[in-house]
Structure formats: C-alpha cells, structure tokens
C-alpha cells in the first residue's frame, strides 16, 4: 500500500493543492495597473466612462424606456473587475476560474428609477 514516508507527502500535496483552490475561487480585487499608452485603461483608473460607451448606454435606456435622451442621466460610475467573462454569456456553462475583465458599473436615471448597467 503506502509507506509511513509517502502518506505525509500525500497530505501536504493535498494540503498545498486545496489551499490554492480554496484562495482562488471567489477572490476580486479592484486592481488595474495604469497603461499611458492604453486611453481606456487611464479612463477605467479614474472612473471616466468613455464617451461612446456612455451614448451606447445612453441609446439603449432611452430605447427601452421610451425617454428621450436629453431626459437621461448617467449618475454614477464605478470602475471594477468582473470576475469571469463567461458570466455574460447566458446559457453556456461556465468554469470557476478567475479571468478579470476591467469595467464599468453605470448608474442611468430613468424617470424616477435608477437602472444598473455592467459594461
């Protein structure tokens, strides 16, 4: 069977390995390096919408709603790191695996109600 050697190698093996998952899953950090050279990863830093995203958003709720544009307002913007991009793609499955991808969370004003987009 096993030698009184190889048992404990076993169980630090597993102990190491467990450990490693057990850390993994579910960790987010809000961290993204600054990149001069990248315009959106410096507007992402600084919580800085870029404009097109912002009139995609913009288009979209006024579509939704009914409301005019001029009638919208985007109130709040938060920049963060979704955790999996398989999770906005509905239907499949998807892994546990962390593989950040940096965004936005926006806040539009509708009327009297408050509509969160993850972009």
């Known amino acids: 069977m096993y030698s009184n050697r190889s048992v404990p190698q076993i169980f630090v093996f597993l102990l190491i390995i467990t450990s490693l998952l057990a850390c993994d899953l579910g960790v ?26 912002s009139q995609k958003l913009l288009r979209d709720a006024a579509r939704v709603s009914g409301v005019k544009i ?3 307002q985007i109130t709040q913007v938060t920049s963060t790191n979704f955790s999996n991009p398989c999770n906005f793609q509905f239907g499949e499955v998807c892994t546990r695996e962390y593989n950040p991808i940096p965004g936005w969370i926006v806040i539009v004003q509708v009327k009297e109600q408050s509509w969160t987009y993850h972009v």
């Open 28 to 53: 987010t950090e809000n961290t993204t390096s600054a990149n001069a050279k990248n315009p959106q990863q410096s507007q992402l830093n600084q919580n800085t919408l870029p404009q097109s995203i």
């Open 70 to 72: 001029s009638d919208l």
